[in-house]
């Protein structure tokens, strides 16, 4: 019954391969974002999601795209991976956009060779 | 746009003894004020939020903050730390009327037996 999660936990790929990465909450929430914590712990919104729509979509490269097929999942694919893209990629949803606590998930190590 | 600072990096401090961990934001608009702690290979998870009302907000395992307008400040602190404090505590702040949370660094804290 894990509110949200993220599969797959770690992924190991090559430079120039494309991967996904899922991300489903079971708490009924409006709103979905993606975050990226680089080595140093710092975290950096990339994009969020309200009801289906785009709300916010931070500069970052467009080989990222979001996807959210419907309220409760939130995907995101990455093309052609570079080296640069190693980090932890982490998934959150709250109720409203607005003042509203976020959920995260567990996060999803992505480490490119 | 809002920003925060993480005035520490890294705070060692005793079990049993008390700790403060500092923040301070900018904006230009009111803010919603919130701590997230992050235990190893783990997601962020909420510790408190101000959002209105009264500037002292608790946890519920011991952890308070103070919202300080006139000093920008939310600083985090706690009587008497335990070992499974441990940890990396991140300040974040959102623009009232903004979707976009912002985080700090970070600053991670090392009970020390």
């Keep these: ?113 | 746009a809002q920003s925060v600072t993480q005035l520490d990096s890294q705070v060692p401090v005793f079990e049993e003894a008390p700790v403060e961990l500092r923040c301070n934001y900018s904006s230009s608009v009111s803010v919603y004020l919130f701590w997230y702690v992050q235990y190893p290979n783990q997601g962020l998870q909420l510790l408190l939020k101000y959002l209105s009302g009264s500037t002292l907000v608790e946890s519920i395992n011991g952890f308070e903050a103070e919202f300080n307008k006139s000093q920008t400040s939310f600083h985090l602190r706690k009587p008497s730390v335990h070992i499974s404090d441990t940890a990396e505590y991140f300040c974040a702040v959102m623009g009232a009327g903004s979707y976009q949370l912002t985080f700090g660094k970070g600053t991670k804290l090392s009970v020390i037996p």
């Design chain 1, 1 to 113: 019954d894990t509110a949200v999660s993220q599969t797959p936990k770690y992924l190991v790929t090559q430079m120039g391969n494309d991967k996904s990465i899922k991300c489903e909450q079971n708490l009924g929430h409006d709103t979905m974002y993606w975050y990226k914590q680089d080595s140093k712990k710092f975290l950096k919104i990339m994009f969020s999601y309200n009801n289906k729509e785009l709300i916010i979509n931070e500069t970052v490269p467009n080989r990222f795209s979001p996807k959210s097929p419907d309220k409760a999942h939130l995907n995101l694919h990455i093309n052609s991976l570079e080296l640069g893209d190693s980090a932890v990629y982490f998934c959150a949803s709250s109720q409203v956009p607005l003042g509203g606590e976020q959920y995260f998930g567990p996060g999803t190590r992505l480490t490119v060779t």
